[in-house]
């Protein structure tokens, strides 16, 4: 079964510095990887999506992720951070549920804090 | 992307009752799922609603204790029953129908069980 690790539960950046979000992930196929975004008291937003074209994936909100195979990685990445970034933020891998619909498998979260 | 509605979008119960949380999609889709967050966790898969089938169960949750339905290709319902404190969580809702292809949540249901 596939699986992710999120390394840091709670990551703490000032603002305009660089932000780095780690995610690690186990698959024993090609893996189908998203970041997703939950601002407080909202649901998930997709972020972007890993699906096997380009290894380094742009999202939204000036966010990228590089695919590395050779270290299972799939790090979040912005390089400046905004105060609006604050969120808490999910790595997922997809797996293949029931009738071949993927299930999605999310790492435990990252809560990113911006200070002034 | 589909557009998803949740209600209601938070409730405080009490402990023994049960609720049933609705999710509407604003085009047909094939599969939808609901999942639990329970507070400062991350996202577990309850079960995937598949129209006109019985929804299929992850390790952990009983059918007893969430019935969902699944009437057509745009609406489906979550029951929490006889809830304890325990239940406490949030219950989202997602469409999504490829394997490569991004799940979409609702904004979830903050219910919380005193």
């Known amino acids: 079964a596939q699986s992710v690790t999120q390394l840091g539960s709670h990551v703490s950046v000032s603002e305009g510095a660089l932000v780095l979000l780690r995610c690690n992930y186990s698959s024993s196929v090609p893996p189908y990887l998203f970041w997703y975004v939950q601002y407080p008291n909202q649901g998930l937003q997709l972020l972007l999506k890993y699906t096997s074209a380009a290894t380094l994936v742009k999202g939204i909100n000036g966010f990228e992720a590089e695919f590395k195979k050779s270290e299972t990685s799939f790090h979040l990445t912005k390089p400046s951070a905004h105060m609006s970034d604050a969120a808490e933020y999910f790595c997922a891998v997809s797996d293949l549920g029931i009738q071949g619909a993927q299930k999605l498998v999310f790492g435990q979260g990252t809560r990113l804090t911006i200070n002034p | 992307s589909a557009v998803i509605s949740q209600k209601p979008s938070r409730d405080i119960c009490q402990r023994g009752t049960s609720l049933t949380i609705q999710c509407q999609v604003d085009?047909?889709?094939?599969?939808m799922f609901w999942y639990r967050q329970q507070p400062g966790q991350s996202l577990t898969l309850i079960a995937t609603?598949?129209?006109?089938?019985?929804?299929?169960?992850e390790s952990g949750f009983v059918i007893d204790k969430f019935p969902i339905s699944r009437p057509n290709l745009t609406f489906s319902t979550l029951t929490v029953s006889n809830m304890s404190p325990e239940d406490s969580s949030i219950y989202l809702c997602?469409?999504?129908?490829?394997?490569?292809?991004?799940?979409?949540f609702g904004n979830g249901t903050r219910l919380t069980v005193t």
């Open positions: 085009s047909q889709v094939t599969m």
């Open positions: 997602s469409v999504g129908d490829r394997v490569d292809s991004p799940l979409h």
């Open positions: 609603a598949n129209q006109g089938s019985e929804a299929t169960y």
